[in-house]
Structures are given as structure tokens and as C-alpha cells.
């Protein structure tokens, strides 16, 4: 597990504050990787839920773990000191756009 987490997760979780605007299609094939990876890592055999393997080994689905990261990130960037950032207008997730917002994916 300490490679999964330590060599695939980053990776596949990399910019995920932009993948919650992801299509679920996306999402899905994300946690099929995963799904596998940690099933060869644990060497389950192929009766055993994905949902039991992860919650046995203490590890959330990638949704779960993508929100919680996309998160911390907005919630980083309320406390930042840089200009830039603060003059950006403030955000309404509930704005009539058409178009999927990865922060609106958080308020659903």
C-alpha cells in the first residue's frame, strides 16, 4: 500500500481540484485503476467487494479523496495573501452557467 500511495495516488490525483468538473466517465476509469491496483498490491481474490478492500484498508474512493483535497485547496485559498488571488470576484455555486465549475462539484 505505501506504493500506491506513495507513487500511483499522487499521480492520478494530480490537479484534482479540476477534475471534480470531470465527466463521471472519468472519475469511473480513475477508480477502476485503482481498484485494480489495490486488488494485485493485496492480492484479493476476484469475490471480494472493492468497497470491502477499501474499507479495510482505511482508503477512500477517489471521489471521496478528490473532494476532500479540492477542499483543503479552496479552503487555502480564502487564507491566501497574494493580490492576485484576493481580487478575484467572489464565487457563487449557484450561478445560472450551463457550464460545469469544479467548485460547484462540491456543493452538490
Given amino acids: ?3 500506491y500511495k506513495s507513487l500511483l495516488r499522487p499521480l492520478i490525483s494530480y490537479a484534482c481540484p479540476v477534475w471534480m468538473a470531470a465527466a463521471n466517465n472519468h472519475i469511473k476509469g ?3 485503476v485503482q481498484n485494480v491496483t489495490i ?3 493485496t492480492r484479493m481474490p476476484w469475490f471480494i467487494r472493492n468497497e470491502d478492500i ?10 471521496d479523496f478528490y ?3 479540492a477542499e483543503k ?3 487555502k485559498i480564502y487564507s491566501s ?3 492576485a488571488i484576493i481580487n478575484i ?3 457563487d455555486p449557484r450561478s445560472n452557467r450551463n457550464r460545469r465549475r469544479p467548485r460547484a462539484a462540491l456543493h452538490r
Fill in 1 to 3: 500500500m505505501l506504493l
Fill in 30 to 32: 480513475l477508480e477502476r
Fill in 39 to 41: 486488488r494485485r498490491i
Fill in 54 to 63: 477499501r474499507k479495510y484498508l482505511d482508503l477512500p474512493s477517489i471521489k
Fill in 67 to 69: 473532494k476532500k483535497i
Fill in 73 to 75: 485547496f479552496y479552503r
Fill in 81 to 83: 495573501s497574494n493580490m
Fill in 89 to 91: 470576484p467572489s464565487y
